[in-house]
Nanobody, 123 residues
Framework: QVQLVESGGGLVQAGASLRLSCAAS????????MGWFRQAPGKEREFAAA????????YYADSVKGRFTISRDNLPNTVHLQMNRLKPEDTAVYSC????????????????WGQGTQVTVSS
């Protein structure tokens, strides 16, 4: 069992930066592949970024590539999403997720989810 708790969301102006964090607890939390997803009002959940269990591989959606960076610390088990040059269209609830077997963009294959943190970018 893995518990995920996100933090770091907020209200910022376009062009600003935010750093989201996802604290993962559980005996084997550091072995999971991790992903960040986002969901804007009235829209479907969208993949943003993923990082492999060992931290060596990362993968980004085209919409965030070059602006967002995903990273992880294993002690403690925390995954970060550094978001730079934010745009109003980045406004969404951001959730982290953990998968024991899937490294990628398919939310169905993630086993555990956090509650999410709101990011609002004003123009």
């Amino acid at each position: 069992q893995v518990q995920l708790v996100e933090s770091g969301g907020g209200l910022v102006q376009a062009g600003a930066s935010l750093r989201l964090s996802c604290a993962a607890s559980g005996r084997t939390a550091n072995k999971y592949h991790m992903g960040w997803f986002r969901q804007a009002p009235g829209k479907e959940r969208e993949f943003a970024a993923a990082i492999s269990g060992n931290g060596y591989m990362t993968y980004y959606a085209d919409s965030v590539k070059g602006r967002f960076t995903i990273s992880r610390d294993n002690l403690p088990n925390t995954v970060h999403l550094q978001m730079n040059r934010l745009k109003p269209e980045d406004t969404a609830v951001y959730s982290c997720a953990a998968s024991i077997s899937h490294y990628g963009s398919n939310p169905v294959l993630y086993n555990y989810w956090g509650q999410g943190t709101q990011v609002t970018v004003s123009s």
